[in-house]
C-alpha cells in the first residue's frame, strides 16, 4: 500500500515542524476545486518521498489555527518546511513536477 499524506492539524502541527525534518504542507478544504485537482499530486509525492521528507494536509476548516499562524488567505497554498522554517510557498493548483522541483531544492 502507498504512503499517503499525513492528517495535520491544529494539534499536531509545531510538534512536527519542531521535528526539523523536510516538510511539504497542503492547505486545503473540501469544498476548493483546485484543492481537489492538485490532491492526488500530493499524496503521490507522500509516497515517492516516504523516508525523506514529511508530506502533510491540513484542512483549514477544522484546523484554523494552523491556517492563521501562516497567513493562510487563499487555497491550496503549499508550504515547504525545511529546520522548522517555512522555505518556500507554492498558492494555487500547480503540476505534480513543479511540487517535487520545490522538495528537492528543500532536500538539497
Not at 499525513?6 to 499536531?12: A, P, S
Not at 499562524?69 to 522554517?85: A, D, V, W
Request: include cysteine; hydrophobic fraction near 45%.
Amino acid at each position: 500500500m502507498a504512503h499517503k499524506a499525513i492528517e495535520i492539524t491544529d494539534t499536531n502541527f509545531e510538534e512536527l515542524v519542531a521535528s526539523g525534518k523536510p516538510m511539504l504542507v497542503d492547505f486545503w478544504a473540501e469544498w476548493c476545486g483546485p484543492c481537489k485537482m492538485i490532491g492526488p499530486s500530493v499524496e503521490e509525492i507522500a509516497s515517492e518521498y516516504e523516508g525523506k521528507a514529511l508530506v502533510g494536509k491540513v484542512n483549514v476548516d477544522t484546523n484554523p489555527n494552523a491556517a492563521a499562524k501562516f497567513g493562510i488567505r487563499s487555497i491550496p497554498t503549499l508550504l515547504f518546511f525545511k529546520n522548522g522554517e517555512v522555505v518556500d510557498k507554492q498558492v494555487g493548483a500547480v503540476a505534480k513536477s513543479a511540487l517535487a522541483k520545490k522538495l528537492d531544492a528543500v532536500l538539497n
